[in-house]
C-alpha cells in the first residue's frame, strides 16, 4: 500500500498522456513494474506476492487516485497471473523464472474458433476488448469446446504469447482510453493442453493438486473485484478533489450565498456522494474478504453466497458513479472542460461502470433466483 500510494503523483502526472496515447507511458509501466505492482498475483514461489483480493483491491483503489488506467491494468495483471498460476510448474516457470514481474493479459469471453491438434488447441478468430494487450508479454484467449464425456459445453482460457497474435487498434472511446482495449487476432496459433486452463477445472479446484499450498480461486469474483475498486478509487480521488476545491473558497453563483461551502444543497450534495463511496467499499471490502476467507481453506463460496457477492460488486460499481455525478453537480459545468481531470473522471468512471460483469440488471436477476429459491445454474461463470 505505501508503495501504491508513493506512485500517485507520478501516475497522475502521465494520466492525461496516458488518456491521449489510448495505453499507458512507459514511464507508468515502468513505474509500476519496478514497484512490484504487476506481481500481486503472482505465486511466490515464482517471486510474486500472490496477494489475496483484499489486498488487490485495497491497491487498485489507491493507485485510480493517480490513474485509473494504471489502476485497471494492475487489477487485469493479478486476475491473468491468478489464471496462469493454475499451471503446472513448468508452464509457469516459463512465464516467470527470468522475469516475475511478467503479467498476462486476456480475457475469458469465448471468442474465434478452436480446434483439436496434437496435444492441443489450434485457435483461430478474433478476441475483442483485452485490455493491457500493449504491455503483457502473455495473453489468454477464452474459447469453447464440446466435451466427449459429458457432451456438454466446456469453456477455457488458451495461454499465448502476445507477440503471436496481431493487434487491431480498435479502442477508440469516450473512457478508460490508456487501458489500450484493443482486439487480439490469432490465425492458426497453436496452443498445448499444458497451458490451457478449464474454467469448469478451476471452478471445482482441481488444479489444487498442482498446488495445494495455494490460495484456491473463486471464478469470477477474485478477478473481477480489483476492477471494482478502480471506480472505487476514481469516486474517491474525486471526492477528494471536490472537496478541495470548494473548501479553498470557491465563490457560488448563487443569489444565497457568496461560497458553494456554505449552501445546505452542496453540504447534504458531498455527504450524499461520501456515503454512497462509503457504502461500495463496505460491499467491495465484504466481498473480498469473504471470497478471501473461502480461498484460505480451499473452497468456493456457494451458489447462493456467490450471487450475493456479485450483487455487491455491481452494487458498489452503482454507488461509485452515482457519487461522481453527484459531485459533479456541486463542482460545475466547469468541470466537463477538455483537459480536466473531473472530466476524465466522468468519462472513466461512465465507461468502467458499464463493464459486462457489473450489470446490475444481471445481478439483480442472479440474487433474486437465489432469493426466492428459483434455482440457479451450476456454472462455472457465475
Known amino acids: ?3 501504491a500510494r508513493s506512485l500517485v503523483p507520478l501516475l497522475a502526472g502521465e494520466a492525461a498522456h496516458t488518456d491521449t496515447e489510448r495505453r499507458l507511458t512507459a514511464e507508468s509501466v515502468s513505474a509500476l513494474r519496478k514497484s512490484g505492482m504487476f506481481r500481486l498475483g503472482t505465486p511466490t514461489a515464482h517471486g510474486g506476492h500472490r496477494g489475496d483480493v483484499r489486498a488487490a483491491v485495497e491497491v487498485c483503489e489507491a493507485l485510480a487516485h493517480g490513474c485509473a488506467a494504471s489502476s485497471w491494468i494492475v487489477a487485469i495483471a493479478y486476475g491473468g497471473n491468478l489464471f496462469a498460476s493454475q499451471l503446472a510448474d513448468d508452464e509457469r516457470a516459463t512465464l516467470w523464472k527470468d522475469d516475475p514481474d511478467a503479467f498476462v493479459c486476456g480475457t475469458a469471453n469465448p471468442s474465434g474458433t478452436a480446434h483439436r491438434s496434437a496435444g492441443g488447441w489450434t485457435l483461430s478468430g478474433r478476441w475483442p476488448w483485452i485490455s493491457g494487450i500493449h504491455h503483457a508479454p502473455w495473453t489468454l484467449l477464452g474459447f469453447a469446446w464440446r466435451d466427449d464425456e459429458s457432451g456438454g459445453p466446456e469453456r477455457g482460457l488458451a495461454l499465448v504469447p502476445t507477440h503471436s497474435l496481431a493487434v487491431e487498434d480498435v479502442w477508440h472511446v ?15 496459433v497453436y496452443v498445448p493442453d499444458s497451458r490451457v486452463v478449464s474454467l469448469t477445472g478451476m471452478a471445482n479446484g482441481s488444479y489444487r493438486q498442482r498446488h495445494p499450498d495455494e490460495p484456491r480461486i473463486t471464478f469470477h469474483l477474485s478477478i473481477n473485484l ?26 457560488a453563483v448563487s443569489p444565497l450565498h ?27 471490502l465484504r466481498a473480498a474478504d469473504r471470497v478471501d476467507a473461502e480461498a484460505r481453506v480451499g473452497r ?32 460545475g459545468a466547469s468541470s466537463f472542460a477538455n483537459g480536466s481531470v473531473l472530466q476524465r473522471a466522468w468519462r472513466d468512471i461512465e465507461t468502467a461502470s458499464r463493464h459486462a460483469a457489473f450489470s446490475v440488471q444481471t445481478s439483480k436477476e442472479i440474487y433474486g433466483r437465489a432469493l426466492l429459491g428459483a434455482g440457479l445454474p451450476v456454472s462455472p461463470v457465475l
Open 226 to 251: 480489483p476492477l471494482v475498486a478502480t471506480a472505487v478509487g476514481i469516486a474517491a480521488a474525486t471526492l477528494d478533489r471536490v472537496v478541495e476545491a470548494v473548501t479553498g473558497g470557491r465563490r
Open 174 to 188: 469516450a473512457g478508460m482510453r490508456g487501458t489500450g482495449s484493443n482486439t487480439a487476432v490469432a490465425e492458426e
Open 300 to 331: 468456493s463460496p456457494e451458489l447462493p453466497e456467490r450471487a450475493r457477492l456479485r450483487m455487491d460488486a455491481a452494487h458498489a460499481t452503482r454507488c461509485a458513479r452515482e457519487a461522481v455525478s453527484l459531485l459533479l453537480d456541486s463542482a
Open 1 to 3: 500500500m505505501e508503495a
Open 258 to 284: 457568496d461560497l458553494v461551502a456554505e449552501a445546505p444543497s452542496h453540504q447534504m450534495n458531498v455527504v450524499d456522494a461520501a456515503v454512497l463511496i462509503d457504502t461500495a467499499r463496505l460491499h467491495l
